[in-house]
C-alpha cells in the first residue's frame, strides 16, 4: 500500500480552478495500517462506512474507529478529513463499483507478476 500523504478535500467541491486529484488504492479486504472506506450498495440507496483501526495509529487513536452506515459523500469526506487530520493513508473497499471519478483516481496495486 502506498501512503498519500494529503487529501485535496477541495476536489470534492464543485470548484472553477481545475484541481490535482485524489488517489485512492482499492482493495478487497479491511487494513490495519490505513483508513478503510467501504462503499455499499443496499436496495435504498448508497452508504459508505469508514472504518479506521487503531493499529493505523496506535498513537492517536484510543480504540477502532467505525462509523455507522451513512451517505456515500459523507463518508468519502470523512474519511479524507479523517486522513488529514491523522495522515493516515485510504483504502477503498468497492465490491459495488459506486465510486465516482470526481471523487478522484480509483487504482489497484498489481505484483509485477500478473
Known amino acids: 500500500m502506498t501512503p498519500e500523504n494529503s487529501f485535496n478535500t477541495n476536489a470534492l467541491h464543485n470548484s472553477e480552478e481545475p484541481m ?10 479491511l487494513q490495519p495500517d490505513a483508513i478503510n472506506l467501504t462503499l455499499i450498495q443496499k436496495s435504498d440507496g448508497q452508504v459508505g462506512i469508514v472504518h479506521c483501526p487503531k493499529t493505523a495509529a496506535p498513537d492517536q487513536l ?8 451513512i451517505p456515500v459523500r459523507d463518508a468519502v469526506v470523512g474519511a479524507v478529513q479523517l486522513a488529514n487530520s491523522k495522515k493516515i493513508p485510504i483504502v477503498v473497499i468497492d465490491r459495488d463499483n459506486i465510486w465516482k471519478s470526481e471523487w478522484g483516481d480509483l487504482w489497484r496495486y498489481q505484483e509485477e507478476n500478473e
Open 62 to 69: 484510543p480504540a477502532d474507529l467505525t462509523t455507522p452506515e
Open 20 to 29: 490535482a486529484k485524489n488517489r485512492f488504492e482499492q482493495v478487497d479486504e
